[in-house]
């Protein structure tokens, strides 16, 4: 059979939100060809992303078109791709492979998946949900040496995991400046996730700015009122933000990479941002003021040098990175990162240039989970929508109608109401 190879290789995005959009496609362009063509979609749901936030993301890839889950297998049917990267939740990931498996197209395209940044929980339930896929890549060494460990326990194929990076590493590296000293503190929707705690991170913001009038000071937020992340923002700090700011304190939104080209110190909970900031060489600090807490995924950078406090900060002191983290972890590598992604490009490479695929074979079948895989797959539906037709216009119109009010009562009513059920 001729190979895949010999003509440009075409490579579809699905993804269900702005940050595993960013993830997404940034994987594409890295693990394509030079001649490699990237088409994108975005799964309509509850966080399917704003055109404001898809900018954002600096993916450099045209606009995703919205497709449902059935929809974007319809487009695999009738499109040929040569490789299709899930940038989606663990489920729908698992979801998708059992439909590719139930009805693949001719030939199946190269499936490839992975995690938008720190794996800080849910590594077994995300990793077995993941399996089936030709690529699960790993964003670090330390990242690929787990999730084999966890394949290898349950006796499930570890082959496809291929250590790579984080696609959207990179800017120009730290240079301190005498006439500026921007400290930012990156946001995060869901860490953590009490008003009380997430006030009193504005407090002790609110209070360095007061401590440091001649320092500039930036709450990076990730998203406005009204739109979605991957995860939800029940206490949005714009919100709790409302009463007067001190002159040196901004919110402001924006794409990372050009926050952190004016950055001095990156505060966070938790966030990925910090692996950016490390990347770059800017000065970063990981909170430990609520603790040091599964739950608050900062547990992920004991051993990094990075854990302080907001009074250890008020006082002028800044985390030193302990080079042997930073080494495990794929940041600040000293040129490595450039070939980060050499493996998994040429392991696309030989996929498309070998015999046809099989049909995906998860580790999850109806023998191996026969309480739990039964529920993921009716939860999407989509076990048989490989092999439906598409829905009539009326019956589309209908279903869209249906999603949109669906949509707006998640993202506006539902936090509304539960707010007003705490009072």
């Not at 690529?135 to 499930?156: I, M, P, Q, T």
């Amino acid at each position: 059979m001729p190979s895949r190879t010999s003509a440009a290789v075409r490579i579809a995005v699905l993804a269900d939100s702005d940050t595993r959009w960013k993830w997404g496609a940034l994987t594409a362009r890295r693990i394509a060809p030079e001649d490699g063509r990237v088409t994108g979609f975005v799964l309509r749901g509850r966080a399917t992303p704003t055109a404001r936030q898809l900018a954002e993301t600096g993916a450099g890839v045209g606009a995703p078109r919205e497709v449902t889950g059935a929809g974007f297998l319809r487009v695999l049917r009738e499109e040929a791709y040569d490789v299709v990267v899930l940038a989606l939740v663990g489920g729908t990931v698992q979801a998708m492979l059992h439909a590719l498996a139930g009805a693949p197209p001719h030939p199946r395209p190269v499936v490839v998946t992975g995690y938008v940044g720190v794996v800080y929980e849910k590594l077994a339930d995300g990793l077995l949900l993941r399996h089936g896929a030709d690529l699960v890549l790993a964003n670090s060494r330390h990242d690929a040496e787990r999730f084999r460990a966890v394949y290898e326990g349950v006796g499930a194929d570890p082959s496809a995991v291929v250590e790579a990076a984080l696609p959207f590493l990179g800017g120009a590296p730290y240079t301190p400046r005498e006439d500026r000293d921007t400290v930012v503190f990156a946001a995060q929707p869901s860490v953590p996730a009490t008003r009380e705690e997430r006030a009193y991170l504005l407090r002790r913001l609110t209070g360095h700015a007061l401590l440091h009038p001649h320092r500039e000071v930036l709450l990076k937020l990730r998203s406005r009122p009204g739109e979605h992340t991957t995860h939800l923002e029940e206490h949005p700090y714009q919100k709790l933000a409302r009463g007067p700011l001190p002159p040196n304190l901004r919110l402001v939104h924006g794409h990372m990479g050009e926050v952190l080209d004016r950055t001095d110190l990156l505060v966070t909970v938790s966030s990925t941002a910090a692996l950016e900031a490390l990347h770059r060489r800017v000065p970063t600090a990981v909170l430990t003021d609520l603790g040091v807490r599964e739950a608050l995924g900062n547990h992920h950078f004991i051993g990094s040098g990075l854990l302080t406090s907001w009074d250890a900060l008020d006082g002028g002191h800044r985390p030193v990175p302990d080079e042997a983290w930073l080494a495990a972890q794929g940041v600040a590598s000293h040129g490595a990162y450039e070939r980060a992604f050499d493996a998994a490009r040429a392991r696309v490479l030989d996929l498309l240039a070998g015999p046809p695929l099989p049909p995906p074979a998860p580790w999850y079948t109806r023998a191996t989970a026969p309480g739990y895989l039964p529920g993921v797959l009716a939860r999407h539906r989509l076990d048989s929508a490989a092999a439906a037709p598409a829905a009539g216009p009326v019956r589309r119109a209908l279903r869209d109608a249906a999603r949109s009010v669906y949509r707006h009562g998640v993202q506006r009513v539902a936090p509304v109401v539960r707010r007003l059920g705490e009072l």
